[in-house]
C-alpha cells in the first residue's frame, strides 16, 4: 500500500523543547517537502528536499531544521526558537517538480 | 514577490448547483496549476491540475480552467453533492521550480 505516512497525529511541546516530526514515503519519489497551516490559512513551505543529502529553506524557515539522509525519510525538528509552533504540519513528497503528495498531517501544541 | 489570490474564501451553494472558485496569479512564469481538497483534519488531496499548454481541463463533474493573458484560473464543480463539502486551495508553481505558491483557500459547504 503506497503513500505518505506521518507521525505522531498529535504531539505536545513544552516550552524550550525540541521536538522531531516524522514523515516517510514509499511511493519512490526523489522530493519531498515541509509545510506549516494555521487556522483557516493556505500552506506556507517551511523546507524542500529535491534530492538524498541536499535540502533548500522554504518562506519561513526559521526555528525549524530538517536532515534527507535517506529517500524515503524526511524528518522535521521544530526547535525551541520556534516561538509559535502551534500549527498543523503537512508533508508531502514528487516525482519530479509538479504533483506533489500530501500525508495526513501532525497537529502540534503547546503545552 | 510570487503571490497566489484565491476567491472566495467562504461559498455556500444548494446540492446540485455549481461551484465556481477563482484564483489569479502574479508569476507570469507560472505553467502549472494544481487544485487541491482539503477535509477537516486531513492532508489536502489533489482533485486535478493543469499545464500551461492546455485552456482547460476536465473529470467527471470537475473542470478547471486557465487564462494566461488574464494569470486567472478556476475551478468548476458541477451537480455539487454534500461530500463536496470541504476547503479547496489552487496553487502555481513556475518552470522546473519545485516550489508551489499556495492561495489562502475556499470553504465549499454543499447544503442537502
Known amino acids: 500500500d503506497g503513500g505518505i505516512t506521518q507521525s505522531p497525529k498529535y504531539l505536545f511541546r513544552k516550552e524550550g523543547q525540541n521536538v522531531t516530526l516524522s514523515c516517510e514515503q514509499n511511493?519512490?519519489?526523489?522530493?519531498m517537502y515541509w509545510y506549516r497551516q494555521d487556522p483557516g490559512q493556505g500552506l506556507r513551505l517551511i523546507y524542500y528536499?529535491?534530492?538524498?543529502?541536499?535540502?533548500q529553506k522554504g518562506d519561513i524557515a526559521e526555528g525549524y531544521s530538517v536532515s534527507r539522509e535517506k529517500k524515503e525519510s524526511f524528518p522535521l525538528t521544530v526547535t525551541s526558537a520556534q516561538k509559535n509552533p502551534t500549527a498543523f504540519y503537512l508533508c508531502?513528497?514528487?516525482?519530479?517538480?509538479?504533483?506533489?503528495?500530501f500525508g495526513p498531517g501532525t497537529r502540534l501544541l503547546v503545552l | 514577490g510570487e503571490n497566489v489570490e484565491q476567491h472566495p474564501s467562504t461559498l455556500s451553494v444548494q446540492e446540485g448547483d455549481s461551484a465556481v472558485i477563482k484564483c489569479t496569479y502574479s508569476?507570469?512564469?507560472?505553467?502549472?496549476f494544481p487544485w487541491y481538497k482539503q477535509e477537516l483534519g486531513k492532508g489536502p488531496q489533489l482533485i486535478i491540475d493543469i499545464r500551461s499548454n492546455v485552456g482547460e481541463k476536465k473529470d467527471q463533474r470537475i473542470a478547471v480552467t486557465l487564462n494566461k493573458t488574464a494569470k486567472h484560473f478556476s475551478l468548476h464543480i458541477t451537480e455539487t453533492q454534500p461530500e463536496d463539502s470541504a476547503v479547496y486551495f489552487c496553487a502555481a508553481s513556475r518552470g522546473s521550480s519545485y516550489k508551489l505558491i499556495f492561495g489562502s483557500g475556499t470553504r465549499l459547504l454543499v447544503r442537502p
Open positions: 511511493l519512490n519519489h526523489d522530493a
Open positions: 508531502a513528497s514528487s516525482a519530479g517538480w509538479e504533483t506533489q503528495y
Open positions: 528536499s529535491q534530492i538524498v543529502n541536499d535540502f
Open positions: 508569476d507570469s512564469a507560472s505553467n502549472y
